[in-house]
């Protein structure tokens, strides 16, 4: 099952709890819903960390931490998936994301030799175009795979003890 395999790899709150210096935003980060690991609360939190990954800022996990809190979602999941925009892998999809936003917005992109934050400045909005729509685009595939596999990992498992069941059975 699903929630036996993401309980693993989450922290739990018990464990936050004991981390030296993290006490004071036990208050906040506290609550039991937000710890909850079912269909509802993984998929939100993975749609809000993929949306959130491709925002161009700074402090994208307080965002899709708050983001977490506000909507009641997964905070482990959300604040993980922020990462997939990392230190390796920001300037290819950024720089997808910056051709898309233009294609968009019907605005001449230059190729540019390198992909710099000089260069990205002058055309800032066209980057967030591209940004918001990947990152609404993942975040809606990202929802969706894991509510149906989900679905089909909890239907799987129901038939596979269903099937045991009738074996035993003499």
Do not use: C
Not at 26 to 36: L, P, S
Not at 82 to 108: C, E, H, K, Q, R
Not at 121 to 141: K, P
């Amino acid at each position: 099952m699903p929630r036996r395999q993401l309980q693993k790899l989450l922290p739990n709150r018990a464990r936050i709890n004991t981390i030296p210096g993290m006490t004071w935003l036990f208050d906040w980060i506290g609550a039991g819903h937000i710890w909850h690991i079912n269909r509802r609360n993984i998929s939100l939190g993975v749609a809000i960390g993929l949306f959130v990954a491709f925002w161009p800022m700074p402090g994208q996990m307080l965002m899709a931490g708050g983001l977490a809190l506000l909507l009641r979602a997964n905070l482990p999941t959300s604040v993980a998936l922020v990462w997939v925009t990392n230190p390796i892998s920001m300037v290819p999809l950024f720089s997808l994301a910056y051709l898309i936003g233009g294609y968009v917005l019907g605005v001449d992109i230059k190729i540019i030799e390198g992909f710099t934050v000089a260069n990205v400045g002058q055309d800032i909005g066209v980057l967030w175009v591209g940004s918001l729509l990947v990152g609404g685009v993942l975040s809606l595939f990202g929802w969706v795979f894991v509510r149906l596999y989900w679905h089909w990992r909890v239907s799987t498992d129901w038939h596979s003890r269903r099937h045991r069941r009738k074996i035993r059975k003499p």
